[in-house]
T-cell receptor, first 116, second 108 residues
Framework: NAGVTQTPKFQVLKTGQSMTLQCAQD?????MSWYRQDPGMGLRLIHY???????DQGEVPNGYNVSRSTTEDFPLRLLSAAPSQTSVYFC???????????????FGQGTRLTVV | SQQGEEDPQALSIQEGENATMNCSYK?????LQWYRQNSGRGLVHLIL?????REKHSGRLRVTLDTSKKSSSLLITASRAADTASYFC????????FGTGTRLQVFP
């Protein structure tokens, strides 16, 4: 099993450009999420999804869109890139246990994004 | 603001010593999880403790949870240089929210 796969690993964007970060998992996990990690800030939740067709905002959703058309894929779209979105982005998936809990999260290796 | 705050932010110890990291959080939770991150890599799950549990062990790891104080601690016993990493707590409700992390440096 590949686990959680993120592409690309590195990306440089110009201010105002748009792009999509890809995330795919092969563990049939219902819960998927996107985080950004900045120096000294830990991981901050951008958006998450509890299943296909369902998404919700996290702590820092502004400037990002998501959709969940399949269980396997959870792409993150930057609508108009800004230097403040320079960060390392992580995708994660996990299996829900009941309505408001999840088991361990599996993480991708991250996408390092620079906006100039 | 982030749910979890960890203390200390950085910790340096010698091999063989114990390392203790603390996590405080703000709201009721279903479980609390600890993760490890080596520099430049993704996070790896270490241990999960449910809200009705007070203590849990896994190898050299010991986790405690005090829901009345909204706090948890991670103890790594007999540390090794290979334990050098950042450690994060994460609180689980309908989503998983991470703390700010503790950077652990273990010197040989």
């Amino acid at each position: 099993n590949a686990g959680v796969t993120q592409t690309p690993k590195f990306q440089v964007l110009k201010t105002g450009q748009s792009m999509t970060l890809q995330c795919a998992q092969d563990m049939n996990h219902e819960y998927m999420s996107w985080y950004r990690q900045d120096p000294g800030m830990g991981l901050r939740l951008i958006h998450y999804s509890v299943g296909a067709g369902i998404t919700d905002q996290g702590e820092v959703p502004n400037g990002y869109n998501v959709s969940r058309s399949t269980t396997e894929d959870f792409p993150l779209r930057l609508l108009s890139a800004a230097p403040s979105q320079t960060s390392v982005y992580f995708c994660a998936s996990s299996r829900p246990v009941g309505r408001f809990a999840n088991t361990e999260a599996f993480f991708g290796q991250g996408t390092r994004l620079t906006v100039v | 603001s982030q749910q979890g705050e960890e203390d200390p932010q950085a910790l340096s110890i010698q091999e063989g010593e114990n390392a203790t990291m603390n996590c405080s959080y703000k709201t009721s939770i279903n479980n609390l999880q600890w993760y490890r991150q080596n520099s430049g890599r993704g996070l790896v799950h270490l241990i999960l403790i449910r809200s009705n549990e007070r203590e849990k062990h896994s190898g050299r790891l010991r986790v405690t949870l005090d829901t009345s104080k909204k706090s948890s601690s991670l103890l790594i016993t007999a540390s090794r240089a290979a334990d050098t990493a950042s450690y994060f707590c994460a609180t689980n409700t309908d989503k998983l929210i991470f703390g700010t992390g503790t950077r652990l440096q273990v010197f040989p």
